[in-house]
């Protein structure tokens, strides 16, 4: 884990809370999973991923051709409830969940 400034600055950007809040609801997320979740670029995510990835929240590793994204297992326990609490009833993060059951249901 990074500094407190790292991961704060990780979380200050709408998307990638988006992606921390879809990481905890699904093991492990799929870079064309994430992509087709925010409407962005390849380029796009990817930038998205690695401020993540330097924070240390969240970790990756390359499957073919694919790049999968998990939480990282020392994501601080505090701050996992607490996004939880705060995001479960968050409508953007509802409708994320609704379209990630159909984004995850295909596979590659």
């Not at 979380?11 to 093991?27: G, T």
């Not at 929240?57 to 409830?81: C, I, M």
């Amino acid at each position: 884990m990074n500094t407190p400034l790292d991961v704060m600055k990780a979380l200050s950007d709408r998307n990638r809370l988006r992606v921390v809040a879809a990481l905890m609801n699904h093991e492990e997320l799929c870079a064309c999973h994430i992509i087709e979740l925010l409407k962005v670029t390849g380029a796009t995510a990817s930038r998205h991923m690695g401020l993540l990835i330097q924070s240390g929240l969240v970790q990756s590793r390359k499957a073919g051709r694919w790049v999968h994204y998990r939480l990282t297992a020392d994501f601080p326990a505090p701050l996992f409830q607490w996004l939880k609490t705060e995001l479960q009833n968050d409508p953007g993060i509802k409708a994320d969940r609704r379209a990630l059951i159909k984004i995850t249901a295909c596979k590659h």
